[in-house]
T-cell receptor
């Protein structure tokens, strides 16, 4: 069965304390893996798409990487404004499936 | 560029009543998605349109939920009759890529928060 699992469920960091969020997936074939950020009361905001193992994308303090079984979202020197829920989603090949994980709630303390 | 628009933003109804949500995607986006997001969970895809045709509705509870996308632009999602477990945020998203293909990063609207009493 296709599924996406994110860990940890919640993470508290001090400002400047770097860390990584994990997204592990099981799909018959991966078309793409997506990272989104969701602030309370808002819809998810697109961050990155990764298509193949070894691929990396960066945006400001965020860096996403992809292997054949999982993706990591690395947050370097986070700031309080990085506090949000980070969602991972996968799109499977050969279908129209688009599966989201349950997200990691990140809180960055000043 | 205008984003995805949704209305209403909030809706409170009694169980067994009907409700409808409206979505206007980003101009030119071929694919439109409706999601249900229950508090503390990730979005769950309900239905996916490419232009005005349904490409996947495998997770749509068809006994009570319906959706349409007339003229391949805006879309409505209806629940009739509503149950308590339908309380959730209903998100609409659109993407420029074709369903099942590449370049399917999705752009989401603000959502409609539905409370069923």
């Amino acid at each position: 069965e296709d599924q996406v699992t994110q860990s940890p469920e919640a993470l508290r960091l001090q400002e400047g304390e770097s860390s990584s969020l994990n997204c592990s997936y099981t799909v018959s074939g991966l078309r793409g893996l997506f990272w989104y950020r969701q602030d309370p009361g808002k819809g998810p905001e697109f961050l990155f798409t990764l298509y193949s193992a070894g691929e990396e994308k960066e945006k400001e303090r965020l860096k996403a990487t992809l292997t054949k079984k999982e993706s990591f979202l690395h947050i370097t020197a986070p700031k309080p404004e990085d506090s949000a829920t980070y969602l991972c989603a996968v799109q499977a090949t050969g279908t129209y499936k688009y599966i989201f994980g349950t997200g990691t709630r990140l809180k960055v303390l000043a | 560029e205008a984003g995805v628009a949704q209305s209403p933003r909030y809706k409170i109804i009694e169980k067994r009543q009907s409700v409808a949500f409206w979505c206007n995607p980003i101009s030119g986006h071929a694919t439109l998605y409706w999601y249900q997001q229950i508090l503390g969970q990730g979005p769950k895809l309900l239905i996916q349109f490419q232009n005005n045709g349904v490409v996947d509705d495998s997770q749509l509870p068809k006994d009570r939920f319906s959706a349409e996308r007339l003229k391949g632009v805006d879309s409505t999602l209806k629940i009739q009759p509503a149950k308590l477990e339908d309380s959730a945020v209903y998100l609409c998203a659109s993407s420029s890529g074709l369903a099942g293909g590449y370049y399917n990063e999705q752009f989401f609207g603000p959502g409609t928060r539905l409370t069923v009493l």
